[in-house]
């Protein structure tokens, strides 16, 4: 995550550098365009260019750790783990939870595939009488 936020913040620091080279080669040249603005623009181009793709990275970050939390979170309330209130579902098991996690993602798969005959095919990976829910 450090390496994140200090290519971040080099890459801002990089992209202010050049917008205020850009300000200062406009006001010495006058208002007219020579190649000391040209290159300063396409300086700036490339540091903005860099600083969005850093700001990307830094997005696809958070989104996978706010995944990964969401994961942990619904692993922990499904099997009764979690230090928040009940929902009043009794636990289930974490082999059932991925068995049934695999099967979404599977079903999800097929549907996307547009194949329609998900809930048909032999080979389903979820079988819904999962015995070792039975005594909980």
């Not at 995550?1 to 971040?8: F, G, K, T, W, Y």
């Not at 990307?56 to 979690?82: H, M, W, Y």
């Amino acid at each position: 995550m450090d390496n994140i936020v200090d290519s971040l913040n080099k890459a801002y620091q990089e992209f202010v550098a050049a917008a205020a080279n850009v300000l200062e080669t406009k006001g010495s040249s006058v208002a007219q365009k020579t190649e000391s603005t040209d290159t300063a623009l396409e300086s700036f181009k490339q540091k903005w260019e860099t600083f969005g793709l850093a700001c990307d990275q830094a997005e696809e970050f958070v989104e996978s750790i706010k995944q990964r939390i969401g994961s942990e979170c619904l692993v922990d309330e499904a099997t009764g783990n979690s230090s928040e209130p009940s929902t009043g579902l009794p636990p289930i098991s974490a082999v059932r939870l991925e068995q049934m996690s695999k099967a979404v993602r599977w079903l999800v798969i097929e549907l996307q595939n547009g194949s329609g005959t998900a809930a048909a095919h032999p080979s389903t990976p979820f079988d819904g009488r999962f015995s070792e829910d039975g005594g909980q």
